[in-house]
């Protein structure tokens, strides 16, 4: 009997396993150690490819004459453009390149999952590193509009008694920001894998080496977890915060008056 | 595998099962606040724009607590930290 040899892949997952991202090299810098992980790299070209599209979609902008790539560029800015005057006021227009930037990474580093790598936003500290710079442009603001002073006494509001409760709850937005996207996507990745395990041993069990039933099958379930989770955990990212960065400020009539 | 780790994977599994019982909140509020937002459409259907996304954020928000749960569901399962 001829018996051939089955490149191990299409044996399909085999080990449920689930770890964090692989480091590939590490330098030592005195007390710290500086890794560079599956993450970093992954960035790397996920940074690379939207920079490429960047470059592509604006390449021979004209007034008149409008190319289809120029037209689906102006969608887009517009688009952003509308969400964030909408749901920021006027006077944050400037921030759209921000939220732009953060919606574009995100997405783009969740989808890169569809390849089978992992997703760059499985990685808690990539999430936490933008909740982060949330955190900072909230704190500048409420400092911007209220004054040192102001954003001091906003601790002890409306009574000195609260004070650690509102330290957490300072706290507590970009930490929830970053879990909320964290879980959704590495939750979603975990399903998607225990998935493809699943499926791969029930076709071992009817006696096929290959596995025959990850063809197809999950990707109705990747449609949820991997497309729709993706983009929605995107919007909700920006979304939040855009309404967080511009709860801290004065209502926009107040602004404009004084 | 010995007793003391036998009982302790038990108790990991027990646990993440008990975990997500926080799945049941999110369930409730999100279904009250899509409910809401329908009702909402229904009425003023021309600011159904601003009722879904104001919607989708206050899922999001309302979802967290269930996405916690799944996190230590998933830690128990997975990364078994007491072994």
């Known amino acids: 009997m001829l018996v051939m040899a089955i490149p191990a892949f299409l044996r399909g997952p085999t080990d449920p396993t689930v770890t964090g991202p692989h480091v590939i090299t590490s330098w030592k810098l005195g007390p710290l ?191 949820y977890f991997d497309l729709f989770s993706d983009f929605m955990q995107a919007f909700i990212f920006i979304m939040l915060t855009m309404v967080f960065v511009s709860n801290a400020g004065p209502a926009e009539e107040e602004a404009s008056a004084s | 595998m010995d007793m003391g780790e036998a009982i302790i994977l038990a108790g990991s599994a027990i646990g993440a099962g008990l975990a997500m019982i926080a799945g049941i909140g999110p369930g409730i509020g999100e279904g009250y606040a899509v409910g809401k937002a329908c009702e909402a459409i229904a009425r003023q259907p021309e600011a159904s724009g601003a009722v879904t996304r104001t919607m989708f954020v206050g899922c999001a928000v309302a979802e967290s607590t269930g996405i916690y749960g799944l996190i230590i569901a998933l830690l128990l399962i997975f990364l078994k930290p007491f072994t």
């Not at chain 1, 150690?33 to 996920?46: A, K, P, R």
């Not at chain 1, 990685?123 to 590193?129: A, N, R, Y």
């Not at chain 1, 964290?182 to 006696?207: D, E, Q, R």
Request: proline share 3%.
């Open chain 1, 33 to 223: 150690t500086i890794n560079l992980t599956e993450t970093v790299v992954l960035e790397w070209i996920v940074v690379a490819f939207i920079l490429g599209l960047a470059f592509f979609l604006t390449r021979n902008l004209r007034v008149r004459g409008v190319s289809k790539r120029q037209a689906v560029a102006e969608m887009a800015v517009e688009a952003i453009t509308n969400l964030v005057r909408d749901t920021m006021g006027r006077r944050w227009l400037w921030f759209t390149p921000y939220i732009a930037a953060v919606f574009c990474f995100s997405i783009f580093g969740s989808l890169i999952s569809l390849f089978g790598v992992r997703a760059v936003t499985s990685d808690f500290s990539v999430l936490l590193s933008w909740a982060a710079v949330t955190f900072l442009v909230i704190t500048w603001t409420k400092i911007r509009y209220g004054g040192i002073g102001g954003y001091l006494k906003g601790f002890a509001d409306p009574m000195p008694v609260m004070l650690p409760i509102n330290i957490l709850s300072e706290v507590a937005t970009p930490a929830a920001m970053a879990l909320r996207h964290f879980g959704n996507i590495a939750g979603g990745g975990i399903i998607m894998m225990l998935v493809y395990y699943g499926l791969a041993n029930a076709s071992h069990m009817i006696g096929l080496d290959i596995a025959i039933f990850d063809v197809g099958i999950p990707a109705v379930l990747s449609l």
